[in-house]
């Protein structure tokens, strides 16, 4: 750099030193590198333009800016005296309207990728690309180290001026500009020590990053440079109109509702109640008189912490969170490092992945001032080194654009997101003085998927066809197919049914009927079933005891079920609870119960009546007690053979044990089929 150039250098701003950093770090990621496209209709004259854009370059030192850092204890920003624009011209006159936008597409990539060279000013270049006799796309291209959104339409508004004037053959003559290092000397002089204490008591507590829940993992080998897209939609006019309403009607802003919608979006997303997101600031200081019309970068990225408490009224909610930006605002100049470093996050971590950017710029406004040009389809596009951006630009109808990397996110999650925020918003509109635990997310085709579509599960079974008269059926068409086998007997169809109608005709002499109780504390066997069997047969409901459970849940469940009788074995009658329940050891009286009736009893029962009792584990308190009626357990085996396409010649292991119900899905569908 040639040193008599040299008008002034001064150090980097904290967010400068940021993106420099991100710049050096991904080359070739086009990070921070904006462009700004648009339609130009009508003739140009291209010295105008230069002479224009040279002016303008002239009198704004920020333009004029490079950026050393080489043997440097800490990088400088150097304004030089001269620095000459570059006007690149094209013509794709020949070209249809759809190689046209192959180009341009293709062009604009290039042109994010090509980057600057940062130690030579100045770090922006145009380009004319006419299209046709008299309509030209106009491209700039600048980095974002040189200025900030807010400096955009001050430029514009700058470039019309002059040109038209150029254009009339006058020269224009405009106020001296403040320069940008005024900001710099301005930043120095804040007090770091209160905002130290600020931000300390604010992050306080703040350990991890809010999860972005549907990001990817990135495989070996994918860090580095992201692969950004993106997703726009737009909130219609009525949408829009309602949100400012209600933001009027309570004292808030904008920006506050799609902070709050934002918060909520993630903490949904995240199931946290305490989320973290960033948030860029406009940081044009209202005591640097003159700051508003400086051409330079203010703006600085914040985090913004928010509690998400769903009781509270989305209203009062969103008052709390305003407040908290308004306090913010008075430590906005607060470095993104140093408030990571005073957070409890861990070294290294981010203290967030996701930023919100509320575009309050007056770009159409200074295009409306262009002085008589055409300028149509003005549009901006930038990229930061966030995974996910929100970028909200407010009007008419609002619009709202999530970029995100593609290496980490899909594109369907992305719209499916943009799904979510807008119906976050359409809550608020609808719902302000409800709790925010009102404010749903699914969008109207999600939740008609969820309630409808996978809730219409409904299949046709007959509930009259009982699991007893099943057995009772397989044991009439092949009473010598095997129907259980244990280690060391086995039943057929036949035996089975012969030995639980005695047992049935047993306790229907003790009693039992329908809706009584039986317990049935017995180890794993053909036998065990066989009892369970003769219990639905009389009509009563089994109640399965597991005999490794603890002898305190076994005596509780005793008491609460308050079962008419007890089967058991002779090994195990010492191991059961005291109860006023009738005990029969079946080994032990079995040689009695032979002497009973191998008919089926043919109780007739409702499929209403209860089947079996399931007691819950009791983790969160005492166990419960659980009634499950023939209905819902014939029901239960007609889903399961059909889904999992159970026949007579399929074969189940029962490993559950008695008093977990799964013990009925291993037991009764391949039973009776």
Not at 15 to 38: C, D, I, K, R, W
Not at 482 to 494: E, I, K, N, R, V
Request: hydrophobic fraction near 40%.
């Amino acid at each position: 750099m040639d040193r008599k150039n040299i008008e002034t250098f001064y150090p980097l701003t904290p967010m400068q030193q940021g993106m420099l950093f991100h710049t050096l770090y991904e080359p070739e990621s086009g990070v921070y590198v904006e462009l700004l496209t648009a339609a130009w209709h009508g003739d140009v004259d291209i010295d105008a333009f230069r002479r224009t854009w040279q002016r303008v370059v002239d009198r704004h030192e920020a333009l004029r800016t490079a950026f050393l850092w080489e043997g440097l204890k800490e990088p400088i920003q150097v304004v030089q005296r001269q620095a000459e624009v570059t006007v690149t011209e094209l013509g794709w006159r020949t070209a249809t309207p759809e190689e046209q936008q192959e180009r341009l597409d293709e062009y604009l990539r290039e042109e994010r990728k090509r980057g600057f060279d940062l130690t030579k000013a100045p770090l922006l270049r145009l380009s004319l690309i006419r299209m046709a006799d008299e309509e030209y796309r106009l491209v700039w291209t600048h980095h974002h180290l040189l200025m900030d959104g807010w400096s955009i339409p001050l430029l514009l508004k700058e470039v019309f001026a002059f040109y038209a004037a150029y254009l009339r053959g006058e020269e224009l003559q405009l106020p001296k500009p403040r320069p940008y290092r005024d900001y710099i000397v301005w930043l120095k002089r804040q007090d770091m020590e209160a905002a130290e204490r600020y931000w300390r008591e604010k992050m306080a507590g703040f350990t991890e990053p809010t999860p972005l829940t549907v990001a990817r993992r990135l495989a070996a080998g994918m860090e580095g440079e992201g692969e950004f897209a993106d997703v726009e939609a737009v909130a219609q006019a009525e949408l829009t109109l309602r949100l400012q309403q209600l933001a009027r009607r309570h004292g808030l802003t904008l920006n506050t509702l799609l902070q709050g919608a934002w918060a909520l979006l993630l903490s949904r997303y995240s199931g946290k109640d305490d989320v973290v997101y960033g948030a860029t600031v406009s940081g044009r200081p209202s005591e640097l008189s003159g700051a508003d019309e400086i051409i330079g970068l203010f703006i600085n990225t914040l985090p913004v912490r928010v509690q998400v408490p769903e009781n509270v009224s989305v209203v009062q909610w969103l008052r709390e969170l305003q407040a908290q930006q308004v306090e913010m605002r008075r430590y906005e100049y607060t470095p993104l490092v140093d408030i990571q470093s005073w957070s409890d996050i861990a070294p290294g971590a981010p203290l967030f992945e996701s930023l919100l950017v509320f575009e309050n710029i007056p770009l159409e406004d200074a295009v409306e001032e262009s002085k008589g040009l055409d300028l149509r389809n003005v549009e901006t596009e930038s990229i930061t080194n966030f995974p996910l951006v929100l970028v909200v630009v407010p009007g008419r109808e609002m619009s709202l654009r999530l970029l995100y990397d593609a290496r980490l996110f899909g594109a369907e999650t992305i719209e499916r997101m943009m799904g979510h925020l807008q119906t976050i918003l359409h809550g608020f509109g609808e719902r302000s003085e409800g709790p925010l635990a009102s404010i749903s997310i699914l969008t109207s085709p999600e939740r008609r998927l969820l309630i409808e579509t996978w809730n219409a599960t409904a299949s046709p079974f007959d509930a009259d066809d009982f699991v007893h008269e099943r057995v009772q059926r397989q044991a009439e068409r092949s009473p010598r197919a095997l129907a259980l086998a244990g280690p060391t007997d086995a039943l057929s169809y036949g035996e089975l049914n012969a030995r639980a109608n005695r047992l049935a005709h047993y306790l229907l002499g003790q009693g039992v009927g329908p809706d009584s109780i039986v317990a049935i504390f017995m180890q794993r066997s053909p036998q065990t079933v066989a009892a369970m069997l003769a219990v639905l047969k009389t009509g009563a409901a089994y109640l399965p005891l597991d005999p490794a459970y603890p002898k305190e849940r076994l005596a509780f469940v005793m008491e609460d079920a308050r079962a008419r009788v007890a089967l058991t074995e002779t090994a195990l009658v010492d191991d059961l609870p005291e109860t006023d329940a009738r005990v029969v050891a079946l080994d032990g009286e079995w040689p009695a119960i032979t002497l009973e009736s191998d008919e089926n009893p043919g109780v007739r029962i409702s499929p209403d009546h209860v089947a079996y009792v399931i007691y819950t584990s009791g983790s969160t308190g005492r166990p419960k007690g659980v009634l499950i009626q023939h209905r819902g357990l014939n029901n239960l085996i007609a889903w399961h053979q059909k889904e999992f396409g159970v026949t007579s010649a399929d074969r189940a292991t029962h490993l559950a044990g008695l008093g977990f119900d799964a013990a009925v899905w291993e037991i009764w569908p391949h039973l009776t089929a």
